[in-house]
């Protein structure tokens, strides 16, 4: 059971390219969400999603995109990185219910850099 | 909007020394509120949370917080710090709309 995974752990881009950023969760959790973490600032929501095939905005999703596919994935898409989007970025699921009621599940991160 | 602040950024203990992380929100309802934990190079994990009840919630490793909804507080405490609990603690509420906010979150150091 290995929980949620992120990949990549690390990647450097130039401003202007693109990335997807890869979550994958074995619980069956039915929520998933994209948080960016920055020196302090803490977390913050980019986006979430609370099913299969939905996605909704967050706090910060201006230059993101999600996409849930299939229920164990939620991807992040950078369409064109910018030096403000360097943060290290948190995976998490959680089961059904209430939003933000139950335990969110986080994976390792994702450190990138926008050069 | 609804807020979280925690006031100690950086906080160095020595070994056995007590510990206690100030955590504030900004929100007059009902609240759930969180403490997690991210160890060096390791992903955010729960201490503990409160929803309703005992105000005095206990989380694992000895960690407990105490929720006080006169102050809008929910301080984290330990009576005796060990090494291994060097880590950042981000305390966090969950919002009106239901999403979690967390604060700027504080590392502690602890020497041995």
């Known amino acids: 059971n290995a929980g949620v995974t992120q990949t990549p752990k690390f990647r450097v881009l130039k401003t202007g390219q693109s990335m997807t950023l890869l979550c994958a969760q074995d619980m069956n959790h039915e929520y998933m969400y994209w948080y960016r973490q920055d020196p302090g600032m803490g977390l913050r929501l980019i986006h979430y999603?609370?099913?299969?095939?939905?996605?909704a905005k967050g706090e910060v999703p201006d230059g993101y995109n999600v996409s849930r596919l299939k229920k164990q994935n939620f991807l992040l898409g950078l369409e064109s990185a910018a030096p403000s989007q360097t943060s290290v970025y948190f995976c998490?699921?959680?089961?059904?219910?209430?939003?933000?009621?139950?335990?969110?599940?986080f994976g390792p991160g994702t450190r990138l850099t926008v050069l | 909007a609804q807020s979280v602040s925690q006031h100690n950024h950086h906080v160095i203990l020595s070994e056995a020394a007590s510990l206690e992380l100030g955590c504030n929100y900004s929100?007059?309802?009902?609240?759930?509120l969180f403490w997690y934990v991210q160890y060096p190079g390791q992903h955010l994990q729960l201490l503990l949370k409160y929803f309703s009840g005992d105000p005095l919630v206990k989380g694992i490793k000895g960690f407990e917080a105490e929720f006080i909804k006169s102050k809008f507080s929910f301080n984290l405490r330990k009576p005796s710090v060990q090494w291994s609990d060097t880590a950042e603690y981000f305390c966090a509420v969950r919002s009106n709309t239901g999403k979690l906010i967390f604060g700027q979150g504080t590392t502690l150091q602890v020497k041995p």
């Open positions: 999603s609370v099913g299969e095939g939905t996605t």
């Open positions: 929100y007059g309802g009902t609240v759930n």
């Open positions: 998490a699921s959680s089961q059904a219910g209430r939003l933000g009621y139950n335990e969110q599940f």
